[in-house]
């Protein structure tokens, strides 16, 4: 197996897999999308609220906050030693929101949101939960818990996982007459004219749509799309939650986990 | 009503955009091309800031009516 990163920040990731099938990749979207825990809101208890909004709207909102992670300090709720319902210090995060509009409208941010553990807090400050007016007052204690995407989408550290077979682009020179249909059809931009000769100008942005095949006068075609046999191209985005690499990590560290357990189990 | 948080069908965050869209789009910038500087590349995150109306702005202007009238009966 080879891997290389193409692009990498501190949310986005794409890197391109060689030597593994397509089963193996689809597990990693999979266990990526399914499995790898991240922390939200979980629970809340709403102390007051006048706004012009219903508790479970608000409720709602506050789930879908992406909140920044530490794996490595917490536990899942039902993996947590304290065994109990309402969790611990190891397997909940108290956040607290209490907000007036003491002078007109304002609008509430996910700023205002206090975190017993500042490590643990929105992913952004400028997210926007409610709109008060003057007069109105929105008072509540949310639990965050770590949970899994399976049983819940806001669980779910990425908002992009997928991935795409490598292309691979064949003219044949001698049937091409380089008329530039293909050139001009192609969506991605993919080929380019140069000097009155057709080429392959971005490979990787190719979507194997195979309009280019199609626009070819020639009979049969002087262009053909293939894909490379088990070379993946593959895209990550994260929530914020969790950086991209550690996602990745965390996907194979579970796949392990769990094909030892499947080990243990025939045995 | 308000914003969503999360675009419905990818999951992206988009609140936090939110304000800044609309602002420029109000300024008079181009809609799209305020999408792509704000990194929003999926055209199922771009339609719900594109065809997104903060109708909670609307609601909210009961409230402030009937607060002005409550002061100004204070007043006099
Ligand atoms: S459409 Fe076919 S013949 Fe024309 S330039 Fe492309 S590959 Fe060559
Ligand atoms: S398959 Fe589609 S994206 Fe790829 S080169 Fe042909 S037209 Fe462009
Ligand atoms: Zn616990
Ligand atoms: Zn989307």
Redesign the interface.
């Given at each position: 197996m080879e891997i290389k990163v193409l692009e990498k920040d501190d949310s986005n990731m794409r890197f391109l897999v060689k030597g593994v099938d397509v089963q193996y990749v689809n597990t990693l979207r999979r266990l990526m999308l399914a499995e790898v825990p991240c922390m939200a809101i979980d629970e809340v208890v709403v102390i007051e609220n006048s706004s012009v909004l219903q508790d479970e709207f608000i409720a709602h909102r506050l789930g879908l906050i992406p909140l920044k992670t530490n794996l490595d300090e917490y536990n899942l709720p039902e993996e947590c030693p304290c065994k109990s319902e309402f969790g611990c210090n190891l397997c909940r995060v108290t956040l607290t929101l209490d907000a007036e509009a003491k002078e007109g409208t304002r609008t509430i941010y996910s700023g205002e949101l206090i975190s017993e553990n500042p490590e643990i807090v929105p992913v952004k400050e400028n997210i926007p939960i409610m709109k008060l007016t003057k007069g109105q007052k929105l008072k509540l204690e949310a639990y965050a818990r770590l949970g899994r995407g399976k049983k819940h989408a806001k669980w779910q550290p990425v908002s992009l996982c997928a991935y795409k077979y490598f292309p691979k682009i064949e003219i044949l020179e001698k049937n091409c007459d380089n008329c530039g249909k293909c050139v001009e059809i192609c969506p991605r931009k993919v080929l380019a004219k140069t000097d009155g000769k057709v080429e392959v100008r971005d490979l990787m942005a190719c979507t194997l749509c195979q309009d280019c095949v199609e626009a070819c006068p020639k009979n049969p075609p002087a262009i053909q799309v293939k894909w490379e046999k088990n070379s993946f191209i593959f895209n990550l985005e994260s929530t914020g939650a969790l950086p991209p690499e550690r996602i990745v990590k965390e996907a194979l560290k579970i796949l392990d986990g769990q094909l030892k357990e499947i080990e243990k189990q025939i045995r | 009503?308000?914003?969503?948080?999360?675009?419905f069908t990818?999951?992206?965050?988009i609140?936090?955009k939110?304000?800044e869209f609309s602002r420029r789009v109000k300024a008079g910038e181009d809609a799209g091309e305020v999408l792509d500087s704000l990194g929003i590349k999926?055209y199922c995150c771009r339609r719900m800031l594109l065809s997104h109306v903060e109708i909670?702005?609307e609601?909210?202007r009961f409230?402030?009516e009937a607060?002005k009238r409550r002061e100004a009966r204070g007043y006099y």
């Amino acid at each position: 197996m080879e891997i290389k990163v193409l692009e990498k920040d501190d949310s986005n990731m794409r890197f391109l897999v060689k030597g593994v099938d397509v089963q193996y990749v689809n597990t990693l979207r999979r266990l990526m999308l399914a499995e790898v825990p991240c922390m939200a809101i979980d629970e809340v208890v709403v102390i007051e609220n006048s706004s012009v909004l219903q508790d479970e709207f608000i409720a709602h909102r506050l789930g879908l906050i992406p909140l920044k992670t530490n794996l490595d300090e917490y536990n899942l709720p039902e993996e947590c030693p304290c065994k109990s319902e309402f969790g611990c210090n190891l397997c909940r995060v108290t956040l607290t929101l209490d907000a007036e509009a003491k002078e007109g409208t304002r609008t509430i941010y996910s700023g205002e949101l206090i975190s017993e553990n500042p490590e643990i807090v929105p992913v952004k400050e400028n997210i926007p939960i409610m709109k008060l007016t003057k007069g109105q007052k929105l008072k509540l204690e949310a639990y965050a818990r770590l949970g899994r995407g399976k049983k819940h989408a806001k669980w779910q550290p990425v908002s992009l996982c997928a991935y795409k077979y490598f292309p691979k682009i064949e003219i044949l020179e001698k049937n091409c007459d380089n008329c530039g249909k293909c050139v001009e059809i192609c969506p991605r931009k993919v080929l380019a004219k140069t000097d009155g000769k057709v080429e392959v100008r971005d490979l990787m942005a190719c979507t194997l749509c195979q309009d280019c095949v199609e626009a070819c006068p020639k009979n049969p075609p002087a262009i053909q799309v293939k894909w490379e046999k088990n070379s993946f191209i593959f895209n990550l985005e994260s929530t914020g939650a969790l950086p991209p690499e550690r996602i990745v990590k965390e996907a194979l560290k579970i796949l392990d986990g769990q094909l030892k357990e499947i080990e243990k189990q025939i045995r | 009503m308000i914003i969503p948080v999360r675009c419905f069908t990818c999951g992206k965050l988009i609140a936090d955009k939110w304000e800044e869209f609309s602002r420029r789009v109000k300024a008079g910038e181009d809609a799209g091309e305020v999408l792509d500087s704000l990194g929003i590349k999926r055209y199922c995150c771009r339609r719900m800031l594109l065809s997104h109306v903060e109708i909670i702005d609307e609601v909210l202007r009961f409230y402030e009516e009937a607060e002005k009238r409550r002061e100004a009966r204070g007043y006099y």
